[in-house]
């Protein structure tokens, strides 16, 4: 399609090269519009790992919102690629020389691909490299995602060098942020819409309806969308918000003003209803530190009167969607609240405070703050009853058990047994059970499988920190031993489950108030990445955002982008990556680093 251009006279070779790249930058644009509303049912057999750590029961993995958008990703990304790389090829034969002055820095170029190919190799070089590609199920963030993340970067960069191309790429978030407030308005109505029959059908292949019948989704109020988590959604929201406010504050006509901060009020309420704190605190902040900046740098009296309109004009909006769509129930400032502190588990006093768990030589050994006991197995067979076990204390006196609970200072704690399983209810959320086999008790875990030890936390007198944003605390401080083997390649995409030390029942029972579920992800973009592609290629990464950083507070007047930019790499630090979200992150972060000498084409 490009070499047409070949036929246009010498004195305007280069207008036809401009339109190639125009039409290009409007096909992106129209894709990203389309991208993060793209869902359809797939369903797939698991195996390995992942049979072993999520299906061990249901033997199938399902998915709406993830797999979809993640294949058409790579197929756009490749086409994508190739017609930059036409783009490229033109601009050669019409100019006679390569185009290196429309390339990326070479740091930033360096810091990119170095990123990508320890991803590559801590694919190729893993035990679980059969997740490389597409990620595992709960993400579906594989090399074919990072790939597209990266391409999209690039076009970011040479497909928006152009003024033009960069007012297109703006409508294009206007019209995205529309559809994502009408979308919103509508769940927080309706619920989330793939609960309604006829769309469910509507989406779903006829040889897999027979598995609608245990899919229902439920997010407790809060808004997901087709982002497949609410924290995702509301991360997305925190890239669109600061930008779309950015637009009202430099717009000069008053009309245009008010519909750019009405969809960045609109923005801003979908952040509340995701439930996100993450996403609202990188909201706020992003969207505080433009205004100041901008009443920094520009006349200040009239940016204060502007910065007062764009808050009263947001917070209206918020206000009147709240009211047309929830109508007082649920309403915005609950929902704010819980936004605001978003607590995980709150232990109550009718709790045994369990400080450490294990079994040794098959006898369970408990120390809890009242008091430590001990349990073994007095008979064999598969209809034990309570009187087949023996309880005792530190020193070594029996404790008795009365209506199904222990006695004395362990009186809060209730034994149950069914068969050769003994449950303790411990007063948390979930009991804590253990299997009895040939005298001995094996910990059961979160997937049915008998451990002879429960795993212990490696780093010790760390403890407090473990509540810390609704239990991430716990997650990242487990995971440093892992990272002692991550310094230059990772354990590969989709390995964090794997080796993440699961199962360490104390900590879990205090952080979750249950031990009986898997830790799947960080809950943080740069610890997955650490993990999965070594810290390494994090530090690479880190470096291309830091030079964001770098330019934005450099400029006299930062692209609305930078703010956007900022925003979502903040929620990166409690939020995963993920595919539904990232790919628009990349797109504006390459359009972002443009230095502001390039030529522009």
Not at 342 to 355: D, I, K, L
Not at 571 to 594: D, E, K, Q, R, Y
């Amino acid at each position: 399609m490009g070499f047409c251009f070949l036929k246009i006279y010498k004195g305007e070779e280069m207008k036809g090269l401009k339109v190639y790249y125009r039409i290009m930058a409007g096909v992106t644009v129209f894709f990203m519009i389309w991208y993060p509303f793209l869902t359809y049912f797939h369903a797939e057999k698991p195996s390995g790992m992942e049979l072993r750590y999520f299906a061990k029961k249901s033997k199938v993995l399902v998915d709406m919102f993830l797999y979809q958008k993640e294949k058409m990703l790579f197929i756009f990304a490749i086409f994508l690629l190739l017609a930059m790389v036409t783009g490229g090829m033109l601009f050669y034969v019409l100019k006679e020389e390569i185009p290196f002055r429309f390339c990326l820095q070479k740091k930033i170029f360096g810091a990119v691909s170095v990123y990508f190919l320890l991803n590559v190799f801590s694919v190729l070089l893993s035990s679980y490299k059969e997740y490389g590609v597409m990620g595992l199920h709960i993400d579906y963030e594989g090399l074919a995602a990072i790939f597209g993340y990266m391409v999209l970067f690039a076009a970011g960069y040479f497909l928006f060098q152009n003024e033009k191309n960069r007012v297109l790429l703006k409508a294009g978030i206007k019209i995205l942020a529309f559809f994502i407030i009408l979308g919103t308005a509508l769940e927080m109505k309706y619920g989330p819409l793939f609960n309604i029959e006829w769309i469910q059908k509507l989406l779903t292949p006829d040889h897999y309806e027979h598995l609608l019948e245990h899919l229902y989704l439920d997010y407790h109020g809060s808004v997901s969308l087709t982002f497949a988590n609410p924290g995702f959604f509301g991360g997305f929201c925190a890239l669109l918000f600061p930008i779309l406010l950015g637009m009202g504050i430099q717009e000069e006509k008053r009309g245009k003003r008010w519909i750019n901060t009405g969809l960045a009020g609109g923005m801003f309420f979908c952040i509340l209803m995701s439930g996100s704190s993450g996403a609202l605190y990188a909201g706020l902040l992003a969207a505080f530190f433009q205004i100041f900046f901008r009443i920094k740098k520009e006349n200040w009296k009239r940016r204060i009167g502007l910065a007062g309109e764009m808050v009263l004009l947001l917070f209206l909006f918020s206000a009147a969607l709240q009211f047309l769509v929830l109508h007082g129930q649920n309403n915005i400032w609950k929902k704010t609240e819980s936004s605001l502190v978003n607590t995980q588990y709150t232990r109550n006093e009718s709790v045994f405070a369990v400080e450490k768990i294990q079994l040794q030589q098959g006898k369970l050994k408990v120390w809890g703050e009242e008091g430590n006991f001990t349990t073994e197995v007095l008979s064999e067979g598969s209809d034990l009853h309570l009187q087949d076990f023996m309880f005792t204390d530190d020193r070594g006196e029996q404790i008795e058990t009365e209506s199904g609970r222990l006695t004395g200072d362990f009186k809060k704690i209730k034994a149950e047994v069914m068969g050769q399983i003994l449950s303790f209810d411990f007063g948390y959320q979930e009991p804590v059970e253990f299997y009895a086999e040939s005298g001995k008790l094996y910990y059961i875990d979160f997937n049915g499988s008998l451990l002879q030890k429960i795993p212990q936390p490696v780093m010790r007198g760390l403890e407090r920190f473990y509540p810390l944003f609704t239990g991430r605390g716990y997650i990242w401080i487990s995971s440093i031993p892992v990272l002692m083997d991550t310094m230059l390649l990772g354990k590969g995409i989709g390995a964090f489950p794997f080796v993440y030390p699961q199962s360490e029942v104390a900590g879990m029972l205090n952080v979750h108030g249950s031990a009986d579920y898997c830790i799947e992800q960080a809950h943080s973009w740069y610890l997955q990445t650490a993990v999965s592609s070594g810290i390494l290629s994090l530090f690479c990464m880190l470096y291309v955002f830091f030079t964001a950083f770098k330019k934005g507070i450099k400029e006299k007047k930062p692209d609305v982008f930078f703010w956007g930019i900022m925003a979502y790499i903040i929620t990166g630090l409690v939020n995963n990556s993920n595919v539904a979200a990232a790919p628009f992150f990349w797109l504006l972060l390459g359009c972002f680093l443009v230095p502001e000498k390039t030529d522009r084409i």
